[in-house]
């Protein structure tokens, strides 16, 4: 089957309004069709995940970075101040990148009804509804962020300490019960072991 134009090239000049208003029409209803789907693609990015109590924090890379950084310097500075340790390079594995728990307004409703049938037999029917909001911090008259209630830091997966002292088996097995004590990390997940000379 052959497709047919509905005006010649040669009768160009006799195109008259209805084609005219067919080709806008279309025009329109293809940039309809393409703006909904940007538009809910950003607002899915900005929103990054569904609503929920915790959610993982949005810039998590670089306060993550930051966290882990301060917490190896810490480390670094209390082991090279124990006696034998010496000279001391201390690295840190995250287990996550901690969370942002968000505060929420939650609104229960609890609604009974007795009812009493012909036949004297009583029944009780109770319908609870519970209904959660995120609380937003309001600033300049935009849409706001949400009310961050508390952050949870990221967990400590492992340790690595390289100490100039680790050729001894008392320091090193101070250092391991040092790095115990300090964070939840199991003994087969610390390292430690003597710096090249």
């Known amino acids: 089957m052959k497709f047919k134009f509905p005006f010649s090239l040669k009768g160009l000049k006799k195109i ?6 067919l080709v ?3 025009g329109v209803l293809l940039l309809v069709i393409t703006l909904p789907t940007t538009e809910s693609t950003t607002k899915e990015e900005e929103a990054g995940q569904p609503q929920g109590a915790a959610v993982n924090t949005g810039e998590a890379p670089e306060e993550n970075g930051t966290y882990k950084k301060a917490m190896e310097q810490q480390l670094k500075k209390v082991l090279g101040d124990m006696e034998g340790v010496g000279k001391v390079e201390v690295m ?16 229960k409703t609890d609604e009974r009804a007795a009812e009493e049938d012909s036949e004297g037999t009583k029944r009780e029917n109770s319908v609870i509804n519970s209904q959660e909001e995120t609380i937003y ?3 300049d008259g935009s849409g706001g962020t949400p009310f961050v209630a508390k952050e949870v830091n990221p967990k400590v997966e492992g340790v690595l300490v390289v100490a100039q002292g680790a ?8 250092i391991s019960d040092a790095v115990m004590a300090l964070f939840p990390v199991e003994a087969h997940k610390i390292k430690v072991v003597k710096m090249s000379e």
């Not at 008259?16 to 208003?21: A, D, E, F, G, K």
């Not at 050729?167 to 101070?174: C, I, L, Y």
């Open 16 to 21: 008259n309004r209805t084609h005219l208003i």
């Open 24 to 26: 806008a029409l279309a």
């Open 92 to 107: 840190l594995t995250l287990q996550d990148t901690g969370e942002a728990v968000v505060e929420k307004d939650v609104t």
């Open 137 to 139: 911090i309001q600033s």
């Open 167 to 174: 050729g001894s088996a008392a320091v090193v097995k101070n």
